[in-house]
């Protein structure tokens, strides 16, 4: 019922800049974002958390990457950017679109979270 899909991943060089894009979609039921972010995973790694926003607009990002990425959203269209710039092969992984939301349907509400299927993120030279 509920979706996210994540695009704009693919290879790019040390030093460039990528923008990955997550959009939430649903059928049958209304849904609210209580909050969007990414995460990324490189292998022989664990699943981090890169960057979040949340409903009121307050963001946070992890330490390796504060000063190069920026998350953002466009609430009407349901969607969450990550905008990477000065990228390193460090930052190398399978990025994920993850979001909380309140869900809605003819029988029940409650929040949960999602999770997209993953864009590459390959940086290399």
């Known amino acids: 019922q509920v979706q996210l899909v994540e695009s704009g991943g693919g290879l790019v060089q040390p030093g460039g800049s990528m923008r990955l894009s997550c959009a939430a979609s649903?059928?049958?039921?209304?849904?609210?974002?209580?909050?969007m972010g990414w995460y990324r995973q490189a292998p022989g790694k664990q699943r981090e958390l890169v960057a979040t926003?949340?409903?009121?607009?307050?963001?946070n990002y992890a330490d390796s990457v504060k000063g190069r990425f920026t998350i953002s959203r466009d609430s009407a269209r349901n969607t969450v950017y990550l905008q990477m710039n000065s990228l390193k092969p460090e930052d190398t992984a399978l990025y994920y679109c993850?979001?909380?939301?309140?869900?809605?349907?003819?029988?029940?509400?409650?929040?949960?979270?999602?999770w997209g299927q993953g864009t590459q993120v390959t940086v290399s030279s």
């Open positions: 926003i949340i409903s009121g607009g307050s963001t």
């Open positions: 649903g059928s049958g039921v209304i849904f609210s974002i209580d909050a």
């Open positions: 993850h979001a909380l939301m309140m869900v809605i349907s003819t029988t029940q509400k409650g929040s949960n979270a999602y």
